[in-house]
């Protein structure tokens, strides 16, 4: 069991072989953080190792004076007893007070970790994998009992985090705060490292010192948001992506968030991130419960590299539910750029039959399928075929495709309604909007209130009639707005706090239910893209498309980005038209291909316009991703060299056993007489020999120390080609016969 506990001392000590992770019973009976780092030794006491008193002006904890909660390291800090920095949570009581104060009352630890009622999370595949440790805390006149969940996973350098208040009075408590977690951290000689952007240009890495003063990445847009992602790392100055101290905090929500960092006067920081608390009020009556979301937190000292590879390898072994957990996913071809809603049934027929040709395995019918939708005005919520379109349904369609011999995946955003739709009509009530007030829209729809179970009872109803009547292997779930006029029709005043994250329940119920009905169909999450890329939704659909641009130069910065956060399995990549749709960028379509199959991996346009040269290439593409895909979604990712650097960019993905690898190197803009350049390789044995594209043999320790020229191979590659131009290397291990 990888926790010590030292009942005299009340401390707990969560290890495992790369971290230590110590908290205990503070002067004040409340939980203090001691230790949070690399592995030290499970023995050590720290209690009063990091208490300390400032004065004047600080509220001492004790008659003492020793210790004042404000320069304490605090693991879930109330708010209103001294400790003047944001609190972890907030709760209005019946007499207006929101003054609480939580003292440690029991643990418990058990093996295994069990799940959060309603909400995605990290699992383990056996009880063994993980220890739980639970910390229960009680205010005693607000009468809430708040319990503290740990659990490390042995195999990991990875703890997860999440809380549950529980009211054991008899008054109602309003629950208007509710992080997640608080991590006190002693100096602040580190940096964030944020996830930020817009459509079409998602998870961008942006650094920012962390200095005194708040702060904060967040969405109040309903969902996690392109704008800024749910996933953040907190790292050394000097941390590298080969080496230093770094701590990534993934939030398994897809809903508003914050993460927040407030650096006072006394040195260090405090990290607190969960659902974002603007507009949160939940009511807890008499022995209700919440449980807040999860965070999982990952822990190294070797870089930010390791870092990834960490949450990597996590979230495909503990995340991810689905019978394509750890398989290579299928190739597939999405209509959406070739024809948008302007298609039928021949035309679908015929852009699957020359994907079939190809080599693609699933072919993907998305948006415009249903209803009267024929523009962006009309149809959402009537998921039921439009027989103008497809005469013999969808069902007839799947078998269409399934005889061309391919799977067949469909379209759905089924959050969403437009003015023009039967669903409306009927129920003018189901969506989300505040009285007395225009509706704001977005792409002209509205957004369903998903916190009504009936509404999601409805839509549940619609999709299964039209999944079970078809042979469906796959599902792209999109949501192409976020949520304004958050207020759920016809429920009371004090119920409408709850209605963002009643919302983002009802769309994990929807999920559930469909997941648990159809457990073959393989999800695809999406919103306009990249907006809703979380690891709460990959609980749900193992992949999500990454962003609408598909453009290969923007997309190495998109997936680069995407990486820090999230397994290359996770992220959805296709090679889509050229000029494309989103920059008019030309590119070479082996070029787009290189930076797609570090990903997911299909094609996003009508193969049947491509010329025939083209197409012999796209075949020897789909060749290639098919022999080698399981290495790129599952190997050992390295970043070599950053696309918002320098004008080439690098990655490469390494076997398990290290006797193959793959490099891609992408240059921005052509040169002429350009410097010579090499990129130093990772992950390589160093005595084995490297046969690289089957040519020049190095070893390991060469590539590793010298690299790998920009200019191989020989015939100066760079010279030739125009801008966006990329080459791959792939290097296998050299067997001497
Ligand atoms: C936005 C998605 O990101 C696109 O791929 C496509 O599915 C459209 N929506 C369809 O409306």
Excluded at 225 to 234: D, M, Y
Excluded at 325 to 354: H, Q, Y
Aim: glycine share 8%.
């Amino acid at each position: 069991m990888a926790v010590k506990i030292n009942d005299s001392e009340k401390q707990f000590h969560l290890y495992n072989s790369k971290l230590s992770y110590v908290i205990g019973e503070g002067p004040d009976g409340g939980i203090e953080q001691l230790y949070f780092g690399k592995r030290i030794n499970e023995n050590q006491i720290l209690k009063g190792y990091q208490t300390r008193c400032g004065r004047p002006l600080c509220c001492p904890a004790n008659e003492e004076e020793t210790y004042s909660k404000e320069l304490g390291l605090r693991e879930y800090p109330s708010f209103g007893t001294g400790d003047f920095r944001g609190a972890a949570y907030e709760i209005c009581q019946e007499n207006g007070s929101r003054v609480t104060e939580l003292v440690f009352k029991s643990y418990e630890v058990c093996s295994g970790k069990k799940k959060i009622p309603g909400l995605p999370a990290s699992y383990v595949n056996n009880e063994d994998e993980a220890t739980t440790l639970k910390l229960t805390c009680f205010d005693e006149v607000a009468k809430v009992e708040v319990v503290l969940y740990y659990t490390l996973f042995e195999n990991y350098p990875i703890i997860t985090r999440n809380v549950s208040f529980k009211n054991l009075g008899k008054e109602e408590l309003k629950l208007t705060k509710a992080l997640s977690c608080c991590i006190d951290f002693f100096d602040n000689e580190y940096d964030l490292v944020q996830f930020e952007g817009a459509w079409g240009r998602e998870r961008y890495p942006k650094i920012r010192a962390i200095e005194k003063g708040i702060m904060q990445v967040e969405s109040m847009r309903g969902h996690s948001s392109p704008n800024f992602n749910p996933f953040v790392i907190i790292k050394r100055k000097n941390t590298d992506e080969f080496q230093g101290e770094a701590i990534g905090i993934n939030l398994v929500y897809s809903g508003n968030f914050l993460a927040r960092i407030e650096a006072g006067s006394f040195g260090g920081f405090r990290f607190t991130m969960g659902i974002n608390p603007t507009w949160f009020q939940w009511p807890l009556g008499e022995n209700e419960e919440f449980y807040t979301p999860e965070v999982i937190i990952t822990y190294t000292n070797d870089g930010l590299n390791d870092l990834s590879q960490n949450i990597h390898r996590f979230m495909n072994n503990q995340l991810v539910r689905s019978p394509y957990k750890n398989k290579p996913r299928p190739i597939l071809l999405n209509n959406w750029e070739a024809t948008e809603m302007n298609f039928d049934e021949e035309k679908i027929l015929k852009i699957a039959r020359k994907g079939k040709e190809a080599g693609v395995e699933l072919f993907v019918l998305d948006d415009g399928w249903f209803g009267k939708r024929n523009n962006d005005y009309a149809g959402l919520g009537d998921w039921f075929v439009n027989t103008d379109k497809l005469p013999d349904g969808i069902s007839g369609l799947s078998k269409k495709i399934n005889e061309i011999g391919l799977d067949f995946g469909l379209w759905i955003e089924p959050e969403m309604v437009n003015e023009d739709s039967d669903l409306y009509r009927a129920h003018p009530d189901w969506v989300l909007a505040a009285p007395n007030r225009k509706k704001t829209l977005g792409r002209h729809q509205m957004v369903l209130d998903y916190s009504k179970p009936e509404v999601v009872d409805y839509i549940y109803d619609m999709l299964h009639k039209v999944i079970s009547t078809a042979s469906i292997s796959y599902i792209k779930w999109d949501m192409n707005r976020a949520i304004t006029e958050c207020y759920s029709q016809n429920v009371p005043a004090d119920r409408q706090g709850m209605v963002y994250h009643k919302y983002i329940m009802g769309v994990y119920s929807l999920y559930e239910r469909l997941i648990q009905e159809f457990p073959n169909i393989l999800f695809e999450s999406c919103a306009s893209g990249g907006g809703r890329f979380d690891a709460g939704m990959l609980y749900y659909a193992p992949q999500a498309w990454c962003s609408d641009d598909t453009d290969g130069h923007e997309r190495v910065k998109i997936q680069y980005g995407t990486s820090y956060g999230y397994p290359i399995s996770s992220i959805g990549a296709h090679v889509s038209a050229s000029p494309n749709q989103q920059t008019g960028r030309t590119m070479d379509i082996d070029d787009r291909a290189n930076i797609a199959c570090f990903g997911t991996f299909g094609y996003e346009l009508d193969l049947n316009e491509v010329s025939e040269e083209e197409f012999e290439r796209v075949k020897k593409q789909i060749e290639f991703m098919k022999k080698y895909r399981g290495l790129f979604q599952y190997g050992t990712l390295y970043r070599l060299q950053s696309p918002f650097e320098k004008n080439t960019a690098s990655w490469m993905v390494v076997s398990e056993d290290k006797s193959l690898a793959i490099v891609a190197i992408y240059r921005s803009l052509k040169t002429p007489n350009d410097e010579l350049e090499r990129i130093k390789l990772q992950g390589l044995t160093e005595n084995a020999i490297y046969e690289i594209n089957h040519k020049e043999m190095y070893y390991g320790d060469l590539l590793m120390a010298q690299g790998i020229g920009t200019m191989e191979p020989a015939e100066n590659w760079f010279e030739s080609d125009n801008d966006f131009t990329s080459r791959m290397f792939i290097l296998e291990q050299h067997v001497t016969k």
